[in-house]
């Protein structure tokens, strides 16, 4: 058996003794073949120095390809991805400031949980996304979500004087902080789809009125209020983000209040790690957080016949560590039964929502064999749960699509906790 | 090559539009503006014959609505060499208005690219305007240029996909109808810059008192229709339908 040489090596430079005796022991043969010279290393990492330079991007450098990345990485669950994939392609010359894999990447940390390499993809897409948006190579669809959110304010397009629309004709009383005059304890900091997307409008308004069944003293900013821009900074359209921020902080430091109330996790997880940075700190709360602390003064009452699974936000979970908060609120549901989904808590899978994944719905399909959500509703569905509980706006209208879409019309519904805990209170839900 | 872009603001559909007292105009008092989406164009279009010729391009807009600086800087972060803001205060402009304006501030150019039309005017002439008054060549409804020496060879759209070239001596203005690419997306960072950067001048500008001669003497918002019907059935069924729904609307007489 003759064994090839690395065409890489000039052969006339490798040695290889027919026959050779050393000591008295014959060692002839092609296994004593010796290298005079020996390729380590002869990749063109050019474009892997691109992301490393980076700040933020230094760690895409640490990978030693264990590949403990791609086991957890919902994108690969449904294609091929992953940062072990991504360090790979970088050494082979890909160009990821301009490739579709740059925008894949939902931010969903579950990489960066089992790295043993602390490779941080949470800080290295965004870090090159960067240079992408200032270079103007950002793809259509996000494109007209950054326009959109720059002028109105809100991801969704809206005009932003209706943000506060969905109270008109509610049967409790959401007052707006400008025209409270004084100090409140609860400011609620409804977000976009909450305030603009039929179904989150319809969480916001069960979520009204369980405050007020609390009696707490909580007031919104209505039409004052912009999108957080925890997403856009994930995105890499780091201006926006600072255009946002400041604008928010000068209007939440008009204001007394005790607790800053969030529906989104990611508007929660931004004023936890970035707004304090820049002049904002405040006492931010997730909605699950501060209702599953008022269970006993709730008295939910009406049985709820339902099997409910949960999914885990990325940016309530893994990001920020609260996976109990919304699992007690389930559990005091009366008459309703838990079931979770294989992966859940520290492993729960990503809906596709973040990182701007929210607005590359296009993209993701021309890259993966189904939607994130659809992978987790049909995990959802395994469970024979009828119902998906969700805690994060982003989620409502995402998993309700994949329901449509995978066929499971009539076999999950998709509720915000919101919802649930309005109607086991025997308050309307409409 | 050295071009001019002429920008307008139009009413933003997001809003709600509603009507002035007098039912003539948009009541504006309320009103939010968005760059015209063809004049956003224009300036794409614009920006890749700089890149092609290592020209320059400076943008113009009239100071119709507040929203109008900002725009302009946008232009200037996406390549925009130089802006002018053409007066203030100016309110709505009709298209001879608005071409007397811009000529007044036009500076020395080898091309002068405009929209084709705009949302908010009635005559969609501002383009033609402005090259008549300068007796400049005009080509109107263009989707894509390409520079040659002392020339420019210009797609223009007509019905049904028929497309033409021509070629057109400069200096000349076009109404651009659509750039080769969908306008480039500028990070607001650079837009943030261009605020700090003094490109933008501004010149002071008088209402102009020509006019189009045109009065509006009254303005409808569309009403709602009833709803829409759901045709059921093969096509055969359909198309019966459809013919028994257009008959009883009296067109095409009778079945």
Known sequence: ??????????????????????????????????????????????????????????????????????AVCPVDHVGSYGPRKIFRNLQLGQDLFTDDDLWLCTTCANCLRVCPKEVDMLQIMPAVRKEAVLAGAVPAELQDVFEKTARYGNPLGKNAKRRAAWTKGLDVEVPLISEVGRKVDVLWWVSDYPSYHPRGIDA??????????????????????????????????????EMLAEQNIETLNGYEFDVLLTTDPHAYNAFLHEYPQRGGTYNAVHYTQFLEERIEALGLTEQIDR???????????RHNGEYDAPRNLIDALPGSEFVEMWRNKENGYCCGGGGGGM????????????????????????????????????????????????????????????????????LPTD | MD??????????????????????????????????????????????????????????????????????????????????????????????????LFVGALGEHDLILCGVQASDEIDGQVAMLVSAKLGHPHVSVVVGTSPGADTLTITKEYWAGIT????????????????????????????????????????????????????????????????????????EAAADRIIELLAAAGVGGAA
């Open chain 1, 204 to 241: 916001s308004r069960a979520l009204a009125r369980v405050l007020t069944h609390l009696g707490v003293d909580f007031a919104i900013l209505g039409a004052d209020e912009r999108h957080d821009g925890d997403s856009m900074l994930r995105a890499g359209e780091t201006g926006l983000f």
């Open chain 1, 307 to 317: 099997t409910i699974t949960f999914h885990d936000p990325c940016y309530l979970g």
């Open chain 2, 3 to 100: 071009i001019g872009v002429l920008l307008r603001a139009v009413p933003d559909p997001v809003e709600e539009l509603e009507l002035n007292d007098d039912e003539t105009d948009l009541d504006r008092d309320y009103l939010g503006y968005v760059l015209n989406e063809f004049d956003e164009h224009a300036l794409e279009e614009a920006l890749l014959l700089k890149e092609d010729t290592d020209g320059s391009v400076t943008a113009y807009a009239l100071g119709t609505a507040d929203e109008v600086e900002q725009m302009l800087f946008t232009a200037i972060a996406k390549g925009a060499d130089k802006a002018v803001k053409v007066g203030d205060g100016l309110g709505a402009l009709d298209a001879h208005a608005q071409a007397d």
């Open chain 2, 164 to 235: 033409a070239s021509y070629e057109v001596s400069l200096p000349a203005v076009l109404g651009i109808q659509a750039a080769r690419q969908a306008p480039r997306y500028v990070a607001v960072s650079r837009i943030r810059q261009a605020q700090e950067s003094g490109a933008l001048t501004e010149t002071d500008a008088d209402p102009p008192s020509s006019s189009s001669g045109i009065t509006i003497t009254a303005v409808r918002i569309p009403e709602t229709g009833a709803g829409a019907e759901m045709i059921d059935g093969d096509e």
């Open chain 1, 359 to 426: 607005w590359l719905d296009g993209l993701a399909a021309d890259n993966q064999n189904m939607r994130l959500s659809e992978k987790r509703v049909l995990e959802a569905v395994e469970t024979g749960a009828d119902t998906l509980c969700v805690v994060c706006p982003y989620e409502v209208s995402r998993f309700e699509d994949a329901v449509k879409s995978t066929n499971n019309d009539g076999n999950l519904e998709v509720l915000d906790i919101a919802e649930l805990l309005a109607t086991a209170l025997g």
């Open chain 1, 1 to 70: 058996m003759t064994r090839g040489v690395n065409p890489k090596v000039d052969p006339g430079r490798v040695l290889e003794i027919e026959h050779v005796e050393i000591d008295g022991m014959d060692i002839s043969g092609h296994w004593n073949r010796m290298y005079e010279q020996r390729v380590i290393f002869d990749y063109d990492i050019h474009q892997l120095d691109r992301v490393t330079e980076l700040d933020g991007g230094e760690s895409m450098g640490w990978c030693y390809q264990c590949a403990q990345c791609i």
